[in-house]
């Protein structure tokens, strides 16, 4: 039986294992104790359990005891001779079975210490409950300052305690892995251990955008010139050039009068609707029921009346907006990928029922920015591709479009672009009443320049240049045709998500675990109350960067997890009528976004987007980085001449690294990150 197939056995039968990443055992197990040198951290803490606290006393005691048997029963002096120990120098350590015998001796003294330790701690905690259950007595101003004011009051440890059993009880409590991306091995990141290098498949990074070597140069440079944070709230001290000229950017992808930028697209989604729904009188919103939370949110607190129709269902939301008089202010929120099922909202029909019942349409396209249209303005873009796409980079709206006819359009700077923040796009007057009532915006530290630098950077690169986008969208439905191959049970769905349905919330951790453990692949179980109870599953996502080798080593990798943990496979879901459209009786037709003409398959063949091998150098289109460049000239100054895609020979040590401040002008960087790229005319 292999390590694996023994932790599993364990976690079965021990609650502390259950709940506690393999990562955190791993650290435990190879770590000494600070109070008890000869114990592991993890002996440490069995020490506290009522079934191995008492095991390792006895197997400790045993252990003691061989040692004194065998120096009772045999001839000491002869194994001393045997071995060629000469002890007579009065060293007893000298003798390799009287040195093991201390070694036994002092691990059995300091197990009995810890133990003890434990006992005590249990004691004083039981102690201090049963003091906090008893009714308060009337104490005298000086022994209040003997103790804490909730001492004798309400138990708040405790009630924490409790909320997270809970969490534990029902299989919702999160574990986070720890994962550290580099830059120069994209999707490869290091665990806790920078030694153990693992391959990174459900990053939000959707682009690889965070390492892209033009993003990058022009952080550098934001960062000399401009220091790190930016100084204060967006009217104190932190409404740079860099955030209105990111705020037009913005507005011009969406092709929309204005935009606002935020610190996330949660605090987007929670500010604008809370405050939407607060200022229009009487205000209802019509909320799809997969909606994110950060929509939830908003909508809450906004205190505005909430109907919810079922997910992407027409006629259940005509027959909710039917009910209100035609003059009540409504407001349609939904998103267009909907990030766990991959599911697709019907835009242009949600539009058309918003102008028939007097409503106002509140897009999300978070997951969609950077990954659909021909300039990476999302599905609304992406429905009306050629027109957009003959329309080039003009900022002005397109009377008709699907993109034109949404009131109001958030997104992300923090998946397909890279970087972290959000955003709002909408009319002038609206975008200006939002910038003047919400809390989440008027009241935050602005982001730093530098941050804002390198988003603004990755959003000309991509309105720009269209083979990232294509190339990710092959890479998925070459994934989603090898998954299917192998019975690999996929929830169907238009877009580049990739939900594999495992439909339990222990074998979805299991199998997040052991994906990790054996084949050094990262990729994070989703349970309740991210998706139903049920429902849990793992979702993949695909990247450019992601070479033919990764690819086919993770559809093995995921094949080898569901036979090892006996994990449902699509004809298993069919036996039993099928769940979230797998192994449905009436197979569903799932046409993709991107159509085949759109990804280049059509034309000349040199023009197809193909994945890339292991060890070839990714592609940076030269335009685009021209442009990008070219965009940053008035604040940052032209760039002299430099091949970008070049590796280094050698990166910086960080005592060889200088401050350069703005006043010289902008110039290369001495030692530009190492990556292997190649330019594409």
């Known amino acids: 039986m292999d390590r694996f197939s023994l932790f599993s056995k364990f976690t079965s039968l021990c609650p502390f294992l259950a709940r506690t990443q393999p990562s955190s055992i ?28 008492a095991a390792l006393a006895k197997r400790s005691g045993q252990l003691v005891q061989g040692f ?43 197990l009995a210490a810890a133990k003890k330790r434990s006992d005590a701690l249990k004691a004083a905690k039981a102690a201090h409950q049963a003091a906090a259950s008893q009714p308060p007595q009337a104490t005298s101003h000086g022994d209040l300052k003997q103790c804490p004011a909730h001492a004798s009051g309400f138990n708040y440890e405790q009630f924490y305690t409790d909320e997270l059993q809970k969490k534990h009880d029902d299989k919702s409590y999160r ?30 990074d959707y682009l690889g955008m965070g390492n892209n070597p033009v993003v ?40 929309k009068p204005a935009a606002l930028v935020f610190s996330s697209c949660y605090v987007a989604n929670d500010a604008t609707l809370s405050t939407l729904g607060a200022k229009l009188p009487g205000c209802v919103y019509f909320s799809d029921s997969s909606n994110h939370a950060s929509m939830i949110q908003g909508i809450r607190h906004s205190g505005a009346k909430k109907v919810i129709w079922r997910h992407n269902d027409l006629n259940d939301l005509e027959n909710k907006l039917k009910e209100w008089p035609k003059e009540t202010p409504k407001i349609i929120a939904f998103e267009s990928v909907y990030s766990m099922c991959g599911s697709v909202g019907p835009i242009k029909e949600i539009c058309d029922l918003a102008e028939k019942y007097g409503a106002i349409t509140f897009l999300d396209e978070v997951h969609a920015v950077g990954l659909y249209g021909p300039r990476g303005a999302g599905v609304a873009e992406h429905l009306d591709y050629d027109v957009h796409k003959a329309a080039g980079q003009s900022p002005d709206p397109i009377p008709g479009t699907i993109m ?75 994934v989603k045709k090898r998954f299917a191959s192998r019975g690999i049970p996929v929830v169907p769905g238009p877009s580049h998500i990739v939900p594999v349905l495992i439909g339990d919330a222990v074998q979805a951790k299991q199998a997040s675990d052991y994906l990790l453990e054996k084949h050094s692949i990262y990729v994070q179980a989703i349970n309740f109350p991210t998706v139903a109870r049920g429902e849990e599953r793992l979702r993949f996502t695909i990247t450019p960067g992601h070479t033919l080798e990764q690819l086919e ?48 398959l059509t034309g000349p063949a040199v023009l197809a ?40 020979n050698a990166v910086p040590s960080i005592s060889s690294l200088r401050m350069r401040t703005g006043a010289a002008g902008r110039r290369p960087l001495e030692a530009p990150v190492a990556m292997p790229l190649v330019a594409a005319a």
Not at 40 to 45: A, C, G, I, N
Not at 445 to 464: D, E, F, N, R, W
Not at 557 to 581: M, N, P, Q, Y
Not at 622 to 637: I, K, M
């Open 68 to 110: 004194a048997s065998l120096a009772q029963g045999v001839d000491v002096v002869k194994i001393h001779q045997d071995k060629g120990v000469d002890v007579s120098s009065g060293n007893i350590e000298k003798c390799p079975h009287a040195s093991k015998a201390l070694a036994a001796a002092r691990m059995a003294d300091e």
């Open 553 to 600: 080593r993770v559809v093995a990798a995921v094949d080898d997890t569901f036979s090892t943990l006996s994990i449902k496979r699509e004809a298993d879901w069919a036996a039993v009528g099928g769940r979230c459209g797998v192994g449905s009786e009436v197979k569903e037709t799932v046409t993709p976004i991107w159509d085949d003409e759109q990804l280049g």
């Open 404 to 478: 034109d006819r949404v009131d109001i359009i958030t997104g992300t700077l923090g998946k397909a672009y890279g970087a972290v923040g959000g955003y709002v796009a909408g009319s002038a007057k609206f975008i200006d009443m939002i910038r003047s009532y919400a809390p989440g915006f008027i009241f935050t530290t602005s982001l730093p320049p530098v941050t804002v630098a390198g988003a603004h950077a990755s959003i000309v690169y991509q309105k720009t240049y269209n083979g990232d986008r294509q190339l990710m969208q092959w890479n998925v439905r070459e």
């Open 609 to 648: 987007p193909r994945t890339r091998r292991a060890g070839e150098a990714r592609k940076v289109d030269t335009h685009a980085l021209v442009v990008a460049r070219q965009q940053f000239d008035g604040l940052l100054g032209p760039i002299p001449t430099r091949n970008v895609f070049a590796p280094a």
């Open 26 to 53: 791993r650290t435990l197990c190879t770590s000494a104790s600070p109070q008890f040198p000869s114990l592991t951290k993890l002996t440490e803490k069995a020490t506290e359990c009522p079934v191995m606290g």
């Open 175 to 204: 574990y986070f892995n720890t994962i550290n991306r580099l830059a120069t091995k994209f999707p490869v990141a290091h665990t806790a251990d920078p030694k153990t290098e693992v391959e990174v498949w459900c990053a939000n």
């Open 216 to 255: 990058l140069e022009t952080m550098h440079h934001a960062l000399d010139k401009y220091g790190h944070g930016a100084g204060g709230t967006r009217n104190i001290a932190g409404n740079g050039s860099w955030h209105l000229n990111l705020e037009k950017e913005l507005a011009a992808l969406h092709r």
